[in-house]
């Protein structure tokens, strides 16, 4: 009544009338009450009469018919065609604002239910205007040819990497695979013991400084039956300080050196310190408390570098090769300097990425964490979208510091917390309550336990806020997944571990049982779970295509598949690289289907990943 009478005392406002006529109708349609349909007829008169009155300012037309075009999807069924034929027809008779482009590609597929497949798409200003067929050349134009060569998707959606991606190739890289450099080069990975140890000593040899630190990264002991270890490292040197970061970045191994200068030894040593059969310190250090005493001693190349713009610049080409044009980067101090950094590198032109930081909590509390957003808050723009935070609860499984519910393989009890569990309690208690949107780092199935009891408190005491995410969720089992569909997560799964650790994880870290339903992708999309998969780059290399195949086809690096049961199909993988990235970063009303509205990112292939056979996807160009 309120809003009739605003409207009653302003007839000649043809704006503000339109706009109450659709506001009406809209919370007519919310309210679902009896005998509410009249009053919904009546906003749709007053909207068509309007459209009618301005007949001859197309402007005005347009933004009308738009307007009964979206209302008619809430109409019911037996009405939407005739209003929906009215308005598309009033739409479509108007002209289109100047420079709109249209294209044309061999194959369009949407990851739009309403309209999955096409041939056509017109774009103005960066945003997609209509998704088509031939048809569309009537209105728009002769379309490009630009494309017609390619299969188009909604570009790829990265919902879990690192800008330390574009970082981390300042130093050597010595991992066990292959890997590819953001700009193209592709570096052999060191399959064996001697071959490290060859390569270490070689980048040893190059460096002037007697007293610089040698570092590498890429490096994962657990493909090595015999794991080097400090007294290997000893062989490169036993002057300066050798430090090999893990290619998932919660362990280093180092050299001798390198743990005397930070007074490690087996009487003082704290959580992480790895021993050997002697009970000494054996060079392997996982996560924080052991990791920083060393890098503090011998001068941290990663954790404490900030980022460069060229580092970031690197990120976003790592990205674009492989057809991602929006990528998380999920671990982010976001101070001043990063922000800046963020702010102004993502603005240039030819930056070919969106970037989603979340703020890391480790350094913060609940309220440090609500003022710094506040803060940073404004300096949002259509390329870099702030607002969200990552909490880590747990390590790495197969560097046996993920929070288990029973032991390793190996006799490592049950892993690490990697913040303290009553300080992960607070931030997801106050930061839901906040309603701020929540990534929570997850490996291990005690860790899902502990974060799972968490958010139930935290929605019982203060209601359903954002939609969080829980990231990784690697060993959840079905029970915790249901729990999880209930509190409308998210879960983004790390597939990439099946092919890179599958092995590993079957025969050294957690076993067959709890291997075999590892990222438990099918359980979670038939218990109605929104899922996205990611590479969390570094870590494993940016691939979408890739990622896909791994949740697909469950094969390990030694064609073994790794539980069948838990494979999806290629069209629910492909939904969950695009749409389900989107979900997980709330971001799917602007990105992740080729949708009239949303950007007009686009990835480009030269085959359609639904229609090769399955075990090829990943070869797609």
Not at 114 to 120: C, E, F, G, I, L
Not at 288 to 296: D, E, H
Not at 299 to 318: C, K, N
Request: aromatic content about 8%.
């Amino acid at each position: 009544d309120e809003l009739r009478a605003l409207a009653d005392t302003h007839p000649d406002d043809d704006g503000l009338r339109g706009f109450l006529a659709m506001g009406l109708y809209n919370s007519v349609i919310d309210a679902k009450a009896e005998g509410d349909l009249d009053g919904r007829d009546t906003f749709l008169v007053e909207m068509r009469d309007l459209a009618t009155k301005h007949a001859g300012d197309d402007t005005v037309t347009r933004h009308l018919a738009m307007s009964l075009l979206n209302c008619s999807t809430y109409a019911k069924d037996e009405d939407r065609r005739d209003l929906r034929d009215y308005s598309a027809c009033e739409y479509r008779r108007t002209p289109m604002p100047a420079q709109v482009e249209i294209y044309r590609a061999t194959q369009i597929v949407t990851l739009d239910d309403d309209q999955p497949v096409a041939s056509h798409v017109a774009v103005h200003d960066g945003r997609i205007v209509a998704v088509g067929g031939a048809e569309l050349e009537q209105r728009y134009g002769v379309a490009s040819p630009l494309f017609e060569d390619y299969v188009m998707l909604p570009g790829f959606v990265e919902g879990h990497a690192h800008a330390s991606e574009g970082l981390i190739w300042s130093l050597p890289y010595v991992g066990y695979f292959d890997r590819w450099h953001p700009d193209g080069r592709l570096f052999p990975g060191c399959t064996s013991v001697p071959a490290l140890i060859a390569r270490l000593a070689e980048l040893e040899s190059a460096l002037d400084d007697p007293d610089e630190t040698l570092f590498a990264w890429g490096y994962d002991s657990i493909y090595f039956a015999d794991k080097p270890m400090r007294y290997d490292l000893d062989l490169v040197s036993t002057t300066r300080p050798v430090v090999l970061y893990h290619s998932n970045l919660h362990l280093i191994t180092v050299n001798s050196v390198a743990l005397e200068r930070a007074g490690i030894n087996r009487d003082n040593r704290v959580e992480g310190v790895y021993l050997d059969a002697d009970g000494e310190p054996n060079g392997e250090l996982a996560e924080l408390a052991a990791m920083f005493p060393v890098l503090r001693a011998v001068g941290d190349s990663i954790f404490a570098e900030a980022y460069s713009a060229d580092d970031l610049r690197r990120f976003g080409r790592a990205c674009h090769r492989v057809g991602i044009t929006t990528a998380a980067d999920l671990y982010s101090d976001l101070d001043d300097e990063v922000c800046d950094l963020f702010v102004t590198t993502t603005r240039e032109p030819d930056f070919p990425t969106r970037i989603v930081p979340a703020l890391a909590t480790v350094k913060y509390s609940v309220d440090q964490v609500r003022e710094r957003l506040a803060t940073i808050a404004g300096r949002a723009h259509e390329r870099l979208f702030l607002g969200s935070v990552k909490i880590v609860s747990d390590g790495s499984i197969q560097g046996f510091s993920a929070r288990v519910r029973q032991p390793y393989l190996n006799g490592i009890e049950n892993g690490i917390w990697y913040e303290a569990p009553q300080k992960i309690r607070a931030l997801i208690d106050g930061l839901h309550a906040a309603d701020v949107k929540l990534h929570i780092h997850v490996n291990g199935d005690e860790a899902a336990e502990f974060v799972l009891l968490a958010f139930e408190k935290a929605i019982a005491t203060h209601g359903p806020r954002q939609r969080h995410a829980l990231q990784h969720a690697q060993m959840m089992d079905r029970a915790q997944l249901e729990r999880a569909a209930k509190m409308n997560l998210v879960v983004n799964f790390f597939s990439n571990h099946i092919y890179y650790w599958g092995d590993q994880h079957r025969d050294a870290t957690v076993g067959p049982d709890i291997a075999m339903r590892m990222n438990p992708a099918r359980s979670a999309l038939d218990l109605g779970l929104d899922v996205a998969l990611h590479c969390d780059a570094p870590v494993t290399p940016p691939g979408p295509l890739f990622t896909m195949w791994c949740a697909v086809n469950r094969q390990t690096a030694t064609g073994h598949t790794l539980g069948n049961a838990e494979c999806i199909t290629p069209a629910e993988a492909l939904r969950a690289v695009t749409l389900g990235g989107a979900i997980s970063l709330d971001l799917d009303d602007r990105i992740g289907s080729i949708t009239p509205g949303k950007y007009a990112d686009f990835t480009l292939l030269r085959q359609n990943p639904l229609e090769v056979e399955p075990i090829r996807i990943r070869d797609i160009e």
